[in-house]
T-cell receptor
Framework: EAQVTQNPRYLITVTGKKLTVTCSQN?????MSWYRQDPGLGLRQIYY???????DKGDVPEGYKVSRKEKRNFPLILESPSPNQTSLYFC?????????????FGEGSRLTVL | KQEVTQIPAALSVPEGENLVLNCSFT??????LQWFRQDPGKGLTSLLL?????REQTSGRLNASLDKSSGRSTLYIAASQPGDSATYLC?????????????FGTGTRLTIIP
């Protein structure tokens, strides 16, 4: 089944404790992206990747890191989480990029930073 | 900076009625516009993608239109059903110096009353 898989789905952590949210897609998509969704603010793009080893900042990249060493994986790294990073996070992928392709989303990862 | 607005934030209609959801954007230099639905606790599912050169797209009971010059799109749902209850989001893609940028609206929460 074609899908985008995120882990963990739910996580509670404390300020400053490094964490990684994994994202994997099985559709051989070139484009992958991370978003956070907050009430009243909608979905905002954190980082995106047009292909392996190519990443770019979105609207709200501060406090996050990403890497794209393999085509299928695009982990989101929070080196030193803070409470303002409490949010619902979504990973998405597209065959060729958002200019031409349909975007497929994972189920979301709800992160709480205490 | 591209801004995407969806009004109203919430809408309730009786089952069987036809309805229209609205999306407006400030920068008309877009590649495409996409409509998504989001069910509670779930990721986003792509419904329709309209390229900038197109005026409309149809899928089943759904029809999306695009008027770039006025910065507007509508999603028409015919013969609404309780299963259509969800939050509907629109998103536009622009290209900034070769980088694709996807901007979401904050969504319209639709409730179909049986």
């Amino acid at each position: 089944e074609a899908q985008v898989t995120q882990n963990p789905r739910y996580l509670i952590t404390v300020t400053g404790k490094k964490l990684t949210v994994t994202c994997s897609q099985n559709m051989n998509h070139e484009y992958m992206s991370w978003y956070r969704q907050d009430p009243g603010l909608g979905l905002r793009q954190i980082y995106y990747s047009m292909n392996v080893e190519v990443t770019d900042k979105g609207d709200v990249p501060e406090g996050y890191k990403v890497s794209r060493k393999e085509k299928r994986n695009f982990p989101l790294i929070l080196e030193s989480p803070s409470p303002n990073q409490t949010s619902l996070y979504f990973c998405a992928s597209s065959l060729t990029g958002t200019a031409t392709g349909e975007l497929f989303f994972g189920e979301g990862s709800r992160l709480t930073v205490l | 900076k591209q801004e995407v607005t969806q009004i109203p934030a919430a809408l309730s209609v009786p089952e069987g009625e036809n309805l229209v959801l609205n999306c407006s954007f400030t920068d008309s230099a877009i590649y495409n516009l996409q409509w998504f639905r989001q069910d509670p606790g779930k990721g986003l599912t792509s419904l329709l993608l309209i390229q900038s050169s197109q005026r409309e797209q149809t899928s089943g009971r759904l029809n999306a239109s695009l008027d770039k010059s006025s910065g507007r799109s509508t999603l028409y749902i015919a013969a609404s059903q309780p299963g259509d209850s969800a939050t509907y989001l629109c998103a536009v893609v622009i290209s900034n110096f070769g980088n694709e940028k996807l901007t979401f609206g904050t969504g319209t929460r639709l409730t179909i009353i049986p």
